[in-house]
């Protein structure tokens, strides 16, 4: 299969140094780089940090739904 993108200019002056870098062929790090990204699907499940996933909160908060009550309906729209 072929597939092209467009690369910005920062990447793909990125990729081909570091296809020097390595000596291997452009194609092969670029094919390397996705099996590795495939790889490892959960790179990209959840952007947010550990600290933030196992956040317990505060027990003895109220809940939000606490103050419902105490809200304004919302405005009825002017229909011209």
Same mark, same amino acid.
């Given at each position: 299969m072929q597939i092209t993108i467009d690369?910005? =200019?920062?990447i793909e002056q990125d990729l081909i140094r570091q296809s020097a870098q390595f000596? *291997? =062929?452009l194609q092969t790090l670029i $094919? %390397? &780089?996705l099996r590795r !990204? *495939? %790889?490892t699907p959960s790179v990209f499940s959840s %952007?947010? @940090?550990? !600290? *933030? $996933? @196992?956040?317990?909160?505060i027990p003895?908060?109220? &809940?939000?739904?606490?103050y419902r009550d105490e $809200? $304004? =309906?919302p405005?009825? =729209?002017e229909l011209l």
């Amino acid at each position: 299969m072929q597939i092209t993108i467009d690369l910005p =200019p920062d990447i793909e002056q990125d990729l081909i140094r570091q296809s020097a870098q390595f000596n *291997i =062929p452009l194609q092969t790090l670029i $094919l %390397q &780089a996705l099996r590795r !990204v *495939i %790889q490892t699907p959960s790179v990209f499940s959840s %952007q947010w @940090s550990e !600290v *933030i $996933l @196992s956040y317990e909160g505060i027990p003895d908060f109220p &809940a939000f739904e606490s103050y419902r009550d105490e $809200l $304004l =309906p919302p405005c009825e =729209p002017e229909l011209l």
